[in-house]
T-cell receptor, first 117, second 108 residues
């Protein structure tokens, strides 16, 4: 099956610094990637939809300048948490969609756990 | 890393019928969640059931959880064409695990 990787798996950073999380589709081209965040013991929440070559579409309440998303190629999307604060500590998951017509298939990365101290 | 496994992989029913899909998982969990995804869109959270709950309702959705069998079911009653989507279960025990999804088609 298709594989999506995320890097890093976990990261601890100091408040005020920026952190970049990568999401890669390893064996297929992903025209669309989704970024989610999850707080402990809560549901996954969609943050933004990232389409290759265009600006990401952010969900209501998600700060665009805070969470910078770049989808520069068909196999890589990055999420940069700028000026991170402790409340940004969360589990971030990406998923990749092949964009094939009538295909619901999407593949999830293993997630990145961010802790901001 | 995917732990939850849904079945069937695909399901096609007539509008008005009920749709049932199942999810099995492998380890103990804090909670289990069901999500829906329309083609090309992100996941939308439907319902969360905690490990100490056995059944939960939300509108036309009914979710059951059997922790002894490590399984959950999602029932959509009186289905509509707009319910056509892919449905995922996800388990949460320290780390988040998604299943591969059930593709539901509701024929008008």
């Amino acid at each position: 099956g298709a594989v999506v990787s995320q890097h890093p798996s976990w990261v601890i950073c100091k408040s005020g610094t920026s952190v970049k999380i990568e999401c890669r589709s390893l064996d297929f081209q992903a025209t669309t990637m989704f970024w989610y965040r999850q707080f402990p013991k809560q549901s996954l929440m969609l943050m933004a939809t990232s389409n290759e070559g265009s600006k990401a579409t952010y969900e209501q309440g998600v700060e665009k300048d805070k969470f910078l998303i770049n989808h520069a190629s068909l196999t890589l999307s990055t999420l940069t948490v700028t000026s991170a604060h402790p409340e940004d500590s969360s589990f971030y998951i990406c998923s990749a969609h092949s964009g094939l017509a009538d295909s619901y298939e999407q593949y999830f990365g293993p997630g990145t756990r961010l802790t901001v101290t | 890393s995917q732990q939850g496994e849904e079945d069937p992989q695909a399901l096609s029913i007539q509008e008005g019928e009920n749709a049932t899909m199942n999810c099995s998982y492998k380890t103990s969990i804090n909670n289990l969640q069901w999500y829906r995804q329309n083609s090309g869109r992100g996941l939308v959270h439907l319902i969360l059931i905690r490990s100490n709950e056995r059944e939960k309702h939300s509108g036309r959705l009914r979710v059951t959880l059997d922790t002894s069998k490590k399984s959950s079911s999602l029932l959509i009653t009186a289905s509509r064409a707009a319910d056509t989507a892919s449905y995922f279960c996800a388990t949460d025990m320290d780390q988040f695990y998604f299943g591969t999804g059930t593709s539901l088609t509701v024929i008008p």
